[in-house]
């Protein structure tokens, strides 16, 4: 069983920056492929970005040039730091986690939720 806990979201103005991390608890961290997930309201949930097992990593298009995803298996942690924001990035982010794989766009792999956390950027 693994529990994961983000943090870090917040209001930011447009162009602006932030780090959301995400700690997961249990053991084998590093064998786990992480994603970042994001729901805005009225839409529906869309991949944003993930670091697998091997620390390959995978982007949205809308995402990518602005967002760094990054793991720790140290500290059991994965971040996503997200530059350049934009209004259209306001959003619940969620990450998630499953052991091995190596598709990380597809929110139907992942076994593991956070609660999320609100990211608000204003114009």
């Known amino acids: 069983q693994v529990q994961l806990v983000e943090s870090g979201g917040g209001l930011v103005q447009a162009g602006g920056s932030l780090r959301l991390s995400c700690a997961a608890s249990g053991r084998s961290f590093s064998l786990y492929s992480l994603g970042w997930f994001r729901q805005a309201p009225g839409k529906e949930r869309e991949f944003a970005a993930g670091?697998?097992?091997?620390?390959?990593?995978d982007y949205a298009d809308s995402v990518k040039g602005r967002f760094t995803v990054s793991r720790d298996n140290a500290k059991n942690t994965v971040y996503l730091q997200m530059n350049n924001l934009k209004p259209e990035d306001t959003a619940v982010y969620y990450c998630a986690a499953v052991l091995g794989t190596s598709t990380l766009n597809s929110d139907r792999v992942y076994d593991y939720w956070g609660q999320g956390t609100q990211v608000t950027v204003s114009s």
């Open positions: 670091i697998n097992w091997s620390v390959g990593v």
